[in-house]
């Protein structure tokens, strides 16, 4: 249930592909992981102990860029069940709306108007 405010769906640049590099001690050898494919490019900056942690951040890296490429913003009646990782469901709205979002942030007020929540959400990786 919306009451006010306004919802924004935008488009963010697709996700590309993720490289993060590891140290290899034995080679003492940089060496790179990359997740996903094509442009753009994001390089982490962390250097990480070994060629599992290196990939397990790409791809954590690469799932955030995936869930970021949708966005909304909406104003609800109070609902202290609403919180930063809960799940928001959407009908009614519009076909690209409609469907479970992440909550990223939830702000709570209370104020001579009532009791409010204003939600921003994304759409929750695969």
């Known amino acids: 249930m919306v009451t006010s405010g306004r919802m924004q769906l935008t488009k963010h640049q697709a996700s590309g592909t993720v490289v ?52 909304l913003d909406l104003t609800l009646p109070g609902d202290p069940q609403l919180m930063a990782e809960g799940r928001l469901q959407l009908e009614g709205f519009r076909e690209d709306a409609d469907g479970e979002w992440l909550i990223e942030q939830v702000e709570h007020t209370l104020s001579e108007a009532g009791y409010r929540c204003r939600v921003k959400a994304e759409l929750p990786g695969e």
């Open 20 to 71: 993060a590099h590891w140290r290899d001690v034995d080679s003492g050898e940089t060496v790179d992981a990359e997740v996903g494919e094509g442009e753009p490019v994001n390089r982490l900056l962390t250097t990480y102990p070994d060629a599992q942690s290196a990939r397990a951040a790409a791809s954590a890296e690469l799932r955030r860029g995936q869930r970021g490429e949708q966005r």
